[in-house]
């Protein structure tokens, strides 16, 4: 900015020649010094300024009947250092417009400013920027300007008074996004006032208007100027306490739209903060804070990213500001979005801190795995909506982390990897601890499987309808072949020999195996089911071969009769011992039926029927406890059933 040394002192001066001016308010607008007054005008308008000579005349009536009066006056609305604002009544169209004339008619200044205002908000027809309607002379040839009347409050009585009731006309429960958005309103008149190469210069709180429906208006474009035009050096203009420092030098032309993006900047702070962010008890002492123009600080109130918005809006080097209000105005789109996701993620933040709590308390694991859940889902929506955020990124890996080491903890590996899965890098101590994890539970695993094919081969439920349905088709079919044969034998009808022993072993052996073929799937399902097929095969296979040795030994027919009686009974006493006990019930059957079978002759076939029969009987019906084999352990009950076979 030139020789800034030279130029403080300089403001300096001005300062203590404008104090007198002041009246102690340093919040209030100062215009151009009447020496500049001609060449600000002709700098502000686009054609050299208005002819006050060429002005339209522009009459009031006083509320009596007037012919060709349009403007009824109607009362103050308000009143300012150098203007003042009246109500008027516009007959022709039924509405209410504002008459804004200067106080004091001698003022130049005044004059000059009030003639300016109207031609650049005249120039600028924007929703955001008061419309003017006319600009004209009154009987004393003084300039009026004639604007919309507008009704709301101003912006700065929205901060003075937390209170106030246009707060509930505009229904704004979250006031930090409201004060952002009505910044942001504002950047869209401005961006529009510096596409036709105007700066405001005086943006504060005071020249914003909120309308009871939300309306958001520009005021007071008296000071306004052409973007880089140089001015006098005493033509400094704006409010003091608001000013980017170069305003403090109009003669450099250095005044453009980061000007009025400081200005932004700083309205919004004093939303923010309740206070402009310039301080002095002088004009002078604000001079030269606002020459200064120190970062401002902030509380925990105002969130990180809309402070760093602002420390920038309003740095001193013009060159480090954003480049125009579009930017400015990006970046407060950017902070409104991005809030959102800042609030998510600190909802996740806290989840996640609560997680870790319960993981240390050794809560129930549903309510970890709730709180990861609700975190998780909080910061990555957070993360979808601002991808940059800060911490959300090492808040979801410290979640990650955290929720790996339990489900460690709770050998939970698989979960543990998929968690392992969505970090990247993973934590090399996790990866390790996990892989252990996996092995050691690779090895229960096998081991439970190895228990599990033991239980299943020793669970006599394992292909017991199978079998019950083989001996009841044996029973039905073999019991009355054999009570048949027996009687007959006894009548003298058929005789028994050898080799008809012999041959009637092959029936029985036919319907065996056609029985196992058609039944395998569960009589060879498991272990023991196959070692009771086995013993039946075994059992009949023996009997055929002593039948057959006894056909060529030429042996006596009650000996092989009585003999396989006790091949029953040997091998129903070995079943007994690693199948059930009834067998050994079955092999006293036996015996006794081998026994007699001597004894009494013809009627051998009889005593074979009868324990045969019972035999089948105890099978299917057989007492509970004797389902279990001799050999099983007492404690053990993994191998009996109620519906065994």
């Not at 509405?95 to 106080?103: E, G, L, P, T």
């Not at 505009?170 to 190469?197: K, S, W």
């Not at 239980?455 to 017991?464: F, K, L, S, T, Y």
């Not at 272990?527 to 060529?552: D, K, N, P, Y």
């Amino acid at each position: 900015m030139g020789d800034r040394a030279s130029n403080r002192d300089a403001a300096a001066a001005l300062a203590r020649t404008l104090q007198a001016t002041a009246d102690g308010d340093l919040t209030r607008t100062f215009g151009q010094h009447a020496a500049t007054l001609d060449a600000s005008i002709g700098d502000a308008a686009s054609d050299g300024g208005p002819n006050r000579t060429l002005l339209p005349r522009i009459t009031f009536g006083d509320g009596a009947e007037t012919r060709g009066v349009d403007l009824e006056l109607a009362g103050v609305l308000g009143e300012g250092g150098m203007g003042v604002v009246s109500l008027a009544r516009q007959r022709s169209l039924r509405r209410d417009v504002a008459i804004k004339r200067v106080r004091d008619p001698a003022n130049a200044r005044a004059v000059g400013a009030l003639m300016v205002e109207a031609q650049v908000t005249g120039s600028l027809e924007h929703p955001n920027i008061v419309p003017v309607h006319a600009l004209g002379t009154d009987a004393r040839g003084q300039p009026v300007m004639v604007m919309k009347r507008l009704e709301g409050v101003t912006l700065q009585a929205l901060i003075d008074d937390p209170e106030h009731p246009g707060w509930a006309e505009i229904e704004a429960p979250d006031r930090l996004a409201f004060f952002v958005g009505v910044v942001r309103r504002l950047c869209d008149a401005l961006a529009f006032a510096h596409a036709r190469g105007f700066v405001h210069r005086d943006v504060k709180p005071d020249n914003v208007m909120i309308g009871r429906y939300g309306e958001v208006t520009l005021l007071d474009w008296g000071v306004a100027i052409r973007e880089g035009i140089p001015l006098a050096p005493d033509a400094i203009a704006g409010t003091p306490v608001y000013m980017a420092p170069e305003m403090l030098y109009p003669h450099l032309g250095e005044i453009d739209a980061r000007s009025d993006v400081f200005l932004l900047a700083a309205t919004l702070h004093h939303c923010l903060t309740g206070t402009p962010p310039h301080h002095g008890a002088t004009l002078g002492e604000v001079f030269l804070a606002a020459d200064e123009a120190r970062p401002p600080a902030y509380g925990a109130e105002t969130p990180v990213e809309l402070a760093s918005v602002l420390r920038r809006a309003m740095d001193r080097q013009r060159e480090k500001r954003p480049a125009d209000v579009r930017e400015f105005a990006r970046a407060l789109d950017g902070f409104l979005r991005h809030r959102d996701a800042a609030a998510l993620a600190r909802v996740g933040a806290s989840r996640i801190e609560s997680m870790c709590e319960a993981i240390e308390r050794m809560r129930p694991p549903v309510e970890i795995h709730g709180l990861f859940l609700e975190a998780r889902f909080a910061l990555e929506q957070a993360l979808h909506t601002w991808p940059e955020h800060p911490s959300a990124r090492s808040e979801i890996r410290r979640g990650l982390e955290a929720m790996c080491s339990f489900e460690i903890a709770q050998g939970n590996a698989g979960a543990a990897r998929a968690l392992l899965a969505a970090m990247d890098p993973p934590p090399a101590t996790l990866v390790e601890r996990v892989t252990v994890l996996e092995r050691e539970v690779a090895a229960r695993q096998a081991d439970r499987d190895r228990l599990r094919r033991i239980v299943h081969d020793q669970d006599e439920r394992v292909g017991a309808r199978e079998r019950r349905l083989g001996i009841r088709v044996m029973a039905i079919a073999g019991a009355p072949i054999i009570v048949l044969m027996g009687v007959l034998i006894a009548l003298g009808t058929v005789r028994v020999t050898t080799q008809l022993l012999a041959v009637m072993t092959v029936p029985p052996v036919a319907v065996l195996g056609a029985l196992m073929y058609r039944f395998r799937s569960g009589l060879l399902a498991n272990r023991i089911s196959r070692q009771m097929a086995f013993t039946v095969m075994v059992l009949i296979t023996l009997i055929a071969l002593r039948r057959v040795l006894g056909v060529l030994r030429s042996a006596p027919l009650l000996e092989i009769a009585s003999g396989d009686c006790f091949v029953v009974a040997g091998v129903a006493a070995i079943s007994a011992l690693t199948l059930r006990r009834l067998f050994l019930v079955v092999a006293l059957l036996f015996i006794a039926a081998g026994t007699i079978i001597p004894l009494i002759r013809d009627w051998i076939f009889l005593p074979v029927a009868a324990a045969g029969l019972l035999s089948m009987v105890l099978v299917l019906r057989g007492p509970r406890s004797l389902q279990r084999p001799l050999l099983a352990y007492d404690g053990d009950d993994s191998t009996t059933s109620a519906s065994a076979s």
